[in-house]
């Protein structure tokens, strides 16, 4: 399986380094034209469908993208960003290492457990892996939902490393294969 991640466009809340998670924030005119740009770039690939979270910045950036390939688009729930809580909308200094910490599996705050999150999407991954074994998928999600993706393909980083994993608004990052296993 050839997997394409997409991060959605940029809203006002990513320039004013708010914390989004669950809150469904609109593409600002920038994250509109960013997301134009890589429909531009995907137009060289070919996709077989489009998986987004519901969220409203992702199916924006979603649909546009989309001009170019004319297929499906499914919208999943286990694509969508991770709760944070009671830090939303906030630029509060909190810290994020223990949040990313695997093990801690820090549950305070409201903020969803990070095992949690990686649980969610990985098992959309095996699904998606087993019903689409040979296919050209184009994922429309999250900062954090990627940093679950990454971790599915190379394995549980240390939360320094979750942390400095980043995907930018309308950056694609390609997968090849399938689930890590430990050797």
């Not at 077989?48 to 170019?68: C, F, G, M, W």
């Not at 999600?141 to 309308?170: D, E, M, V, W």
Request: hydrophobic share 35%; proline share 3%.
């Amino acid at each position: 399986m050839n997997l394409y991640v997409v991060r959605h466009g940029q809203t006002d809340w990513n320039i004013q380094n708010k914390i989004q998670g669950f809150s469904d924030i609109p593409l600002n005119a920038t994250g509109l034209e960013q997301a134009n740009n890589l429909k531009e770039q995907l137009s060289k690939f070919s996709i077989d469908k489009i998986y987004a979270s519901p969220l409203i910045r992702t199916v924006q950036t979603a649909n546009i993208l989309n001009e170019v390939f004319h297929v499906p688009i499914e919208l999943e729930n286990r694509l969508i960003e991770r709760n944070f809580g009671i830090y939303e909308g906030t630029v509060a200094q909190i810290n994020l290492l223990d949040y990313f910490d695997y093990e801690k599996n820090l549950s305070t705050n409201d903020v969803e457990p990070i095992q949690d999150l990686f649980y969610r999407v990985w098992s959309f991954l095996d699904e998606l892996i087993e019903k689409h074994p040979n296919g050209n998928i184009l994922l429309v999600t999250h900062g954090g939902t990627y940093r679950a993706i990454y971790s599915y393909f190379y394995g549980i980083l240390s939360a320094s490393q979750i942390l400095s994993c980043k995907l930018h608004n309308c950056e694609v990052h390609q997968f090849i294969g399938g689930k890590y296993e430990t050797k």
